[in-house]
C-alpha cells in the first residue's frame, strides 16, 4: 500500500517561496503521475501541478505557471513543488496524490488513487 507524506509548509511573505516535499513509500510509483493539489480556505481542491512517472512531462494549471516547478528525485522517492513569488491566494493545504496510468502531459488528473495528508502553506505579510 502506498504512503504519501507532504512537508516543507509554512509561512511566506507575499514574493517570497517555499519548497515542498512528497515522499512516497510503500509501493512502486513506477506507473504512477504525481500530482500536486491546493485547497484555498472555504473552496474546493483543485490540481496545480503534475509529472510523470519518468519525470520527463510535466503540467501546470495556468495561474501557477512560470512561478512553480515540479520535479522528481527517483532515488529518494519524493516529488518536490518548488513555489516562487507567492501570492495570498497560493494559501492554503497543499496535498500531494498518485495516480495510476495518468499521462500528465493531457492535463492535471482529477483526483488520486492515494493522498497524502496534506501541508499548509499561508502567504502573508
Known amino acids: 500500500q502506498m504512503r504519501i507524506v507532504e512537508s516543507g509548509g509554512g509561512l511566506a511573505q507575499p514574493g517570497g517561496s517555499l519548497r515542498l516535499s512528497c515522499e512516497i513509500s510503500?509501493?512502486?510509483?513506477?506507473?504512477?503521475?504525481i500530482a500536486w493539489f491546493h485547497q484555498a480556505p472555504g473552496k474546493e481542491r483543485e490540481g496545480v501541478a503534475c509529472i510523470n512517472n519518468y519525470g520527463d512531462a510535466t503540467n501546470y494549471v495556468e495561474s501557477v505557471k512560470g512561478r512553480f516547478a515540479i520535479s522528481k528525485d527517483n532515488a529518494k522517492n519524493t516529488v518536490f513543488l518548488q513555489m516562487n513569488t507567492l501570492k495570498p491566494t497560493d494559501t492554503g493545504v497543499y496535498y500531494c496524490a498518485a495516480r495510476k496510468l495518468w499521462v500528465c502531459s493531457n492535463g492535471i488528473p482529477l483526483g488520486g488513487d492515494a493522498w497524502g495528508e496534506g501541508t499548509l502553506v499561508t502567504v502573508s505579510s
Open positions: 510503500g509501493d512502486t510509483w513506477n506507473f504512477y503521475t
